[in-house]
């Protein structure tokens, strides 16, 4: 049926265009006639949804449908028209605003039907005349602006109508977010904010209460489905996921009902956010109780939150701690008083006001068999014994809305009409004039409320959140905070959260979300095929972490730093070098220092018997600068302890590369002059005048300034330098002295090898000379352990991590240090100590038989 009339809207358009274009006049159909009207110099057009419903009386296709009956008598709408025309007789009566001008209405019924909304819209425009067809149409319209309607799907149809007519139609309730589009709808207005802003206003809400994972219920119309969409949107955009959205309209079969029903149980979401009406609700709340949906957190819109027939209807508390957005509640001086003075509704229209008092008081005029009340009203009944829709005020928000309309229409015209103390006209001005002021007009209520359009038609957002409590065992509307607009963007949302019960009367904010949040430490991982509230928390890798909750993403530690155990903060990556303050550095200490004192002890051992012939065999000379070569191979291992630096890195190597090619020197002198001995007994031998003292020392300079050259030439070409080694270990940084130039490095360690080796081999070829005390044995031992010492270090000082490396290579100098201080001076020692009576001449010079 309302396709039928959809496509009558579409003829009456095309029609009415016609006969404004002056093409001809003549009324098409019945004409229809308001239900409340006053006549006035200017009149004010209302349409209004008088009744809920219509019954069709015949639907054969084979005569012309008679005209809709409407039934059910809304007594929101009677209340509505009470609003305007509160605001028309205080226009009128006022000396400031259009004094000398009267305002008169019509008000028509919708009954909640888009066709007749579109019909009742032509009726105000043209008006109920039947004019012949030769007649030009050249008159104006019949209202100079119309307030309505209630619903939005009903309102786009109406605007849709008279935009081309530049007919301005003002709504109070209508908040579909489609009616700010003026290319479309060029000639709305409202007074209430558009759904635009309640949704984002909800959307932050739920946010603020920590709820991702929500269901929705949405009207199946221009409202709900707008609504929804714009909600959907800006949730989505500040995280937070719809689980469902289903549908819901009056007439929908049981069937469908049930499936809502049914999702509503198998879904996981606590909180379910309500796009719906308080029609809509009549039904729901019954099949809701019948199954047993309850403990859910609902979400309401300004269509329901304070409506207190909702409230009324809840009788099992299914919305029990329901929050949501209300328009916020102002006063206007009189008007309650004004609402409930049923005289000038009755002077208005008889025929609606019967049917109000018998709605109104459950009786009747005149009884019939088939009549629903079996009471006979009297005209005595009292209103003030009653208590039902019509008295409550809670939607005086909305009231005030239609207050507002008329009195943009009024200050409009007052300022056209240019009146000052009077009106010099009162013509009825231009429709597209009128609209152009009508957008831009300001004014302050009586109250002090300032109103006005911006450049979509709307006014300034503002919103109460209104929390149902249950008090006494009714609901009570409690306003915890307020959303505004106007305000900056961080500042729009103040709640009072101690002031909010909950559903199922708790003081706890309930929990609805697909999966709890990822604590510090780790991030969300979507779950493969769910929203992207619904999720894994992920640790975060090592090196990385994240120090908010729900971190979509781990941040990467800075090169220096790295994640703690819990991975929520970067800490300072721990520094490792050979310490003096650790174990390891303090055994090599040690054994470092014992080395030198040993040695300084052999020395003085020495220095005092330095006149015995075990001290002079072999040059004392070069023992001592043997001793003191190897008292520092001792004390250079310590430049490898402690935290590297620019001196320390270039001092540890040279220093260890000139004091070992120094101590390998004397021994190489000393094996040297162990041949030249043997040689020169030989008989006619005069081999010693070529090796003697003199030329034993500068042997040793040579061998000792061909190391300080290599080293000079490492030094001044590309020289060690500490260095952070931040790839060995990912959570620690090793400082390390790195080489600079590794072949001036090896280039050292090669230098001293060869020394090493000549000097083995010399001594292994002097092994079995004759001599009761032979040198060559012990060097030849001495030089086979530094030999194994350095051949072992190599791959285990390339394979060793971190502070190891220094370690080995310590390792390699002591050593190597105690193998050539045992070897060549412990026997010596022992003799000079321990067998005095073979440290003589004799004993020294004796032969031993070659095998």
Known sequence: MESIFSLLHVVMVIINFLRINGTF????????????????????????????????????YVIKPSPLNCVSLDFRAIQFSQSLIFAIEEINNSSSLLPGVSLGYKLYDTCSSTAMGVRMAMALINGNENSTLDEPCTKPAQVQGIIGETHSSISTAIAKSVGPFNIPLISYEATCECLSDKRIYPSFL????????LS???????????????????????????????????????????????PFFRTYSQEKVLRIIQQIKSSTSRVIVAFVTYWDLEILLNVF?????????????????????VARLDKHKILQGAIGLGIPNTKVTGLKEFILDINPLQSASSAIFTEFWET?????????????????????????????????????????NVYKAVYAIAHTLHDLLGCTQTCPTKKQPDPLTFLEHLKRVRFKSKDGEEVYFDENGDPVAKYEIINWQTIEDHHEFVTVGLYDFSFPAHNRLAVKMASIVWAQNKNQVPVSVC??????????????????????????????????????????????????????????????????????????TAVSIIGAFLTIIIAIIFFKHKNTPIV???????????????????????????????????????????????????????????????RATLPGSNVMKWFGPPQ??????????????????????????????????????????????????????????????????LAFLARKLPDKFNEAKFITFSMLIFCAVWITFIPAYISSPGKFTVAVEIFAILASSFGLLFCIFLPKCYIIIMKPEKNTKKQIMSKVSVK
């Open 616 to 678: 002079k065999a072999n040059n004392s000379e070069l023992s001592f600068l043997l001793l003191f070569s190897l008292a520092l191979c001792f004390l250079c291992s310590l430049t490898f302890i402690g935290q590297p630096s620019e001196w320390s890195c270039v001092l540890r190597h040279t220093v260890f590369g000139i004091t070992f090619v120094l101590c390998i020197s004397c021994v190489l002198g000393k094996t040297i002059v162990v041949l030249m001995a043997f």
């Open 190 to 197: 409202r007074t209430i904010p558009s759904d635009y802003y």
């Open 25 to 60: 006049c003549s009324l098409q159909g019945e004409p229809v006639y308001p239900q409340l009207s006053k006549d006035g110099d200017i009149i004010v057009g209302g349409i209004l949804p008088f009744h809920r419903s219509w019954e069709i009386t015949n639907m054969s």
């Open 200 to 246: 984002r206003a909800l959307a932050e809400m739920v946010k603020q209460f920590g709820w991702t994972w929500v269901g929705a219920l949405r009207r199946d119309d221009d409202y709900g489905n707008s609504g929804m969409a714009a909600f959907t949107e800006a949730a989505e955009q500040l995280g937070i996921c719809l689980e469902y959205s289903l």
């Open 360 to 400: 109104l008081f459950k009786c009747k005029y005149s009884m019939k068999n088939d009549s629903e009340y079996s009471r006979v009203c009297t005209g005595q009944e009292k209103l003030s014994e009653m208590e039902n829709d019509f008295t409550d005020m809670s939607m005086m928000p909305v009231f005030i």
């Open 696 to 761: 034993q020392r500068l042997s040793v300079l040579a061998f000792t300034l061909i190391q300080v050259l290599i080293c000079l030439l490492w030094l001044t070409t590309s020289p060690p330098f500490p260095f952070k080694n931040r790839k060995h270990y990912r959570d620690k940084i090793i400082l390390e002295c790195q080489l600079g130039s590794a072949v001036g490095f090896w280039a050292v360690l090669g230098y001293i090898g060869l020394l090493a080796l000549l000097c083995f081999v």
């Open 289 to 309: 109780h019948e199954h047993n949906i309850t403990g859910y957190q609902w979400v309401g819109t300004e269509a329901w939150i304070f409506d207190s027939t």
């Open 515 to 588: 999966s709890e949040s990822c604590p510090p430490g780790t991030r969300k991982a979507v779950q493969k095929g769910k929203p992207i509230c619904c999720f894994d928390c992920i640790p975060c890798a090592e090196g990385e972490i994240s120090n908010i909750t729900d971190s979509i993403k781990c941040e990467q530690c800075y090169k220096d730093y790295w994640s703690n155990s819990h991975r929520n903060e970067c800490v300072k990556k721990e520094i490792e070098f050979l310490s003096y303050e650790e174990t390891m550095g303090i055994l090599l």
